[in-house]
């Protein structure tokens, strides 16, 4: 058995690279994969400034796949059907997502909502009470990394920061100390009149808030999973690895949400950071991104719930593996 925690378009370009039908790098674009849709640079992984080490590494893990009985994918087959079929010709894919607790999705267990960990620094009422305080759909969740090495540079963070200020809406921010300390001088207390900062939240919790109206991503896809299944729609700002694709299927076949572009230095400006927020918020765009963005949560709440194609892929794995035991 093999489980996979990206998306099933992601494993799918890995297998793709890992068993010698793409090289890398590419040189030649668009990139067209059966089930996917045309790929363009930004669309593919990335891997950073080590890109042999991270590339390589990544692919060892599709090695022996071909010999797994099963692949486990955290996604839910409504949302990845065409790639779902391709992929399923190659290995013998079943999807089992979204691996959120049932509190937040289908409720068969009441008390399953604990997804995180909390402790006496990270008091989740200090941004719930918060968001309790605030109109409906007027707040911007950013939640852009958890590592240092997937942290952004002082000069993105500051324009990042700006947008947010410069917003017409309030704004929650999971920000940690590492980038806490590349915030323009000042930040924390200008912006506090409609800004909360906070070192971490309980994102399932925000994300299920009435008063939240977009999140504002990296893209991995757990963070993306999750707002897909809340029906949050995204603003993307995807950095390496898998986010750059993530990102591709969120504003153009998903279409529940869109992504921030870079200027010729490879810096997303405050400006379009606003532009892109004001539109999932409020603009004709952003109409259509809230309709889809609730359409599929609808379809993964489905998912999962008894029937549904990810209960049911469940379900069999679990007969398989104790009639064989």
Not at 281 to 301: D, P, Q, R, V, Y
Request: aromatic share 10%.
């Amino acid at each position: 058995m093999a489980s996979f925690t990206h998306q099933c378009g992601v494993n799918y370009i890995m297998h793709q690279f890992s068993h010698g039908k793409l090289t890398n790098p590419v040189t030649e674009f668009p990139v067209l994969i059966p089930g996917l849709p045309p790929l363009e640079h930004q669309d593919l992984p990335y891997f950073g400034s080590n890109i042999p080490y991270h590339f390589a590494y990544v692919c060892t893990q599709f090695s022996n796949v071909n010999q797994a009985d099963y692949v486990l994918v955290n996604t839910f087959c409504e949302l990845e059907k065409e790639v779902v079929d391709e992929f399923s010709k190659h290995l013998p894919v079943l999807t089992v997502g979204p691996t959120v607790p049932t509190f937040y999705l289908d409720r068969r267990v009441v008390d399953d909502k604990e997804y995180g960990i909390a402790s006496a620094d990270n008091d989740p009422s200090i941004c719930l009470n918060w968001l309790n305080s605030k109109p409906a759909r007027s707040v911007i969740y950013a939640s852009l990394s958890s590592v240092r090495s997937a942290s952004f540079g002082e000069k993105q963070l500051e324009e990042l920061a700006l947008a947010l200020k410069n917003s017409n809406y309030y704004f929650l921010w999971s920000v940690k100390h590492f980038e806490a300390e590349k915030l323009p001088k000042n930040f924390n207390e200008e912006a506090s009149d409609k800004g909360l900062l906070v070192p971490w939240t309980p994102q399932l919790e925000v994300l299920s808030s009435e008063a939240v109206g977009c999140i504002l991503s990296h893209c991995g896809w757990n963070s993306s999973l999750e707002a897909i299944s809340l029906g949050v729609p995204i603003v993307a700002m995807p950095q390496f690895i898998d986010q750059q694709p993530n990102a591709k299927f969120i504003q153009d076949v998903w279409k529940v949400g869109i992504r921030v572009k870079h200027d010729r230095n490879g810096l997303a400006t405050r400006e379009e950071i606003g532009r892109c927020i004001k539109e999932v918020m409020e603009g004709e765009t952003g109409k259509e991104i809230k309709e889809n963005a609730m359409k599929f949560s609808n379809l993964a709440k489905a998912a999962v719930s008894e029937g549904g194609s990810s209960d049911t892929n469940l379900n069999y794995f679990v007969s398989k593996m104790t009639s064989s035991s």
